[in-house]
């Protein structure tokens, strides 16, 4: 019997999930922005009390890694290191645009050409991206994609249908109303009880991270303005 705590902080929603061999036996979600920090060990406490387990039943961590917000992918993966570190049990690595693409697979429909594409918003009109075929074998890897009216049409003539999900997706609905084979699905956001298929494999291939070297996938660089009131001075000795 495996016990894996699945945690998902890439967006401002902070999930948490508990899956036994696969199965969802208890979660717990927070709707709040900038609430990770305080809330994520609260809402840890809350699933395996609800669960009827104890900190020392959990066989493995399992940690969105990406892509995301900056800071609640850090809190994320702080936490989960610190976890596994203090249980001694592995740490599993779970992309967020895989877990979206699971709740999004119900969607599929046999004998059809269908192509996935996770989205992440990056910020005005740039995504977090993939590609994925439908039973999930990655097509094209994480990348950066600054959407266009045109940005699929290549792709449109090569599949049946293409499906965008995720928030990245939901702000270019407009751009893409008059596509008749391209859909957008809403509502699906990366969630910890979507984790568990991919963690509970993961877990039983030994597909374990490195608690001293892994690190969340941000998509592109971390960049952090200077502060005007307090500029960054270049002190030398």
Excluded: W
Aim: net charge negative.
């Amino acid at each position: 019997m495996s016990l894996v705590l699945s945690i998902d902080t890439s967006t401002y929603i902070c999930s948490v999930a508990l899956h036994e061999d696969g199965i969802i036996k208890a979660e717990a979600d927070l709707y709040l922005e900038k609430s990770h920090s305080g809330s994520l060990t609260q809402l840890i406490e809350q699933v395996l009390l609800h669960g009827d387990y104890q900190m020392e039943d959990i066989s493995a961590v399992a940690v969105s890694n990406g892509p995301g917000s900056y800071t609640g992918l850090r809190i994320g993966m702080s936490t989960a290191k610190g976890l596994c570190f203090a249980l001694d049990v592995p740490l599993i690595g779970v992309s967020s645009l895989d877990a979206m693409a699971l709740q999004v697979s119900k969607f599929i429909l046999e004998g059809r050409s269908q192509l996935l594409v996770p989205m992440i918003d990056a910020r005005r009109m740039e995504v977090f991206y993939k590609y994925l075929e439908p039973d999930l074998t990655e097509v094209q890897k994480l990348g950066n994609l600054i959407l266009e009216e045109d940005t699929f049409d290549k792709l449109l003539s090569e599949n049946d249908e293409i499906i965008l999900f995720g928030n990245g997706a939901e702000k270019a609905a407009e751009l893409y109303q008059d596509k008749r084979n391209l859909k957008i699905i809403e509502g699906v956001t990366p969630k910890a009880k979507f984790m568990g298929d991919l963690a509970f494999n993961k877990f039983q291939r030994q597909e374990f991270e490195s608690l001293a070297y892994f690190e969340p996938n941000y998509g592109k660089e971390f960049f952090s303005p200077k502060s005007k009131k307090k500029p960054f001075v270049n002190l030398r000795s």
